[in-house]
């Protein structure tokens, strides 16, 4: 079983940034493959960007150059940079992680982008 709390969403300007912070339990955090995914209302669940336990990632189109993952093994922590946030990233933002065939979930934070 691996827990995992979100931090970091809020209130943000269009064209601002934010940093969401995922921690995760257990001791294996290292070889875990970990993910942001977003759901807007009225919308399903995607994927916003994964990284793998050697740090590889992949982005979704809509996010690319602008969001960035990174992890910090020493911490169990994933982050997501948010950068020149538009009105349609708006969403709550969940963390993901896969370990051994199975999938863990936070339980999500709003990011909501808004002047």
């Known amino acids: 079983q691996v827990q995992l709390v979100e931090s970091g969403g809020g209130l943000v300007q269009p064209g601002g940034s934010l940093r969401l912070s995922c921690a995760a339990s257990?001791?294996?955090?290292?070889?875990?493959?970990m993910g942001w995914y977003r759901q807007a209302p009225g919308k399903q669940r995607e994927l916003v960007a994964r990284?793998?336990?050697?740090?590889?990632?992949n982005y979704a189109d809509s996010v690319k150059g602008r969001f960035t993952i990174s992890r910090d093994n020493a911490k169990n922590t994933v982050y997501l940079q948010m950068n020149s946030l538009k009105s349609e990233d708006t969403a709550v933002y969940y963390c993901?992680?896969?370990?051994?065939?199975?999938?863990?979930w936070g339980q999500g934070t709003q990011v909501t982008v808004s002047s």
């Open positions: 993901n992680c896969e370990a051994w065939g199975a999938d863990y």
């Open positions: 257990g001791s294996m955090f290292s070889i875990y493959v």
């Open positions: 990284i793998s336990h050697s740090s590889s990632t």
